[in-house]
Nanobody, 125 residues
Framework: QVQLAESGGGLVQAGGSLRLSCVLS????????LGWFRQAPGNEREFIVAISKSGSITHYVDSVKGRFTISRDNAKNTVYLQMNSLKPEDTAVYYC??????????????????WGQGTQVTVSS
């Protein structure tokens, strides 16, 4: 059974940085493409970025382009989300999702079979 565990969230001032990590266990990490989503209170879960199983292909939502960077270390079974120039509107619970890699990336939550428990990111103004 695939399990995901996020970490690295916290409270940061606007303009600051955080790095989130998500460890996948239970299956071969390199077989999965991964995505980061976030959910603010009262909102639906929002796609942020996805990465292919090799790490060679990524796709970002426009609101985080140039500020967030996704990467993966297949030797450590970990995907990272480096978040710079954080804004108050980035405040949300951040989730990583995993799906068995097929053709292309996935941009909707329904395409991901496995989820972590989420980590809270709060950006103060």
């Amino acid at each position: 059974q695939v399990q995901l565990a996020e970490s690295g969230g916290g409270l940061v001032q606007a303009g600051g940085s955080l790095r989130l990590s998500c460890v996948l266990s239970g299956r071969r990490f390199s077989s999965y493409s991964l995505g980061w989503f976030r959910q603010a209170p009262g909102n639906e879960r929002e796609f942020i970025v996805a990465i292919s199983k090799s790490g060679s292909i990524t796709h970002y939502v426009d609101s985080v382009k140039g500020r967030f960077t996704i990467s993966r270390d297949n030797a450590k079974n970990t995907v990272y989300l480096q978040m710079n120039s954080l804004k108050p509107e980035d405040t949300a619970v951040y989730y990583c999702g995993a799906r068995l890699a097929g053709v292309g990336l996935a941009f909707t939550s329904g395409e991901y079979a496995y989820w972590g428990q989420g980590t809270q990111v709060t950006v103060s103004s």
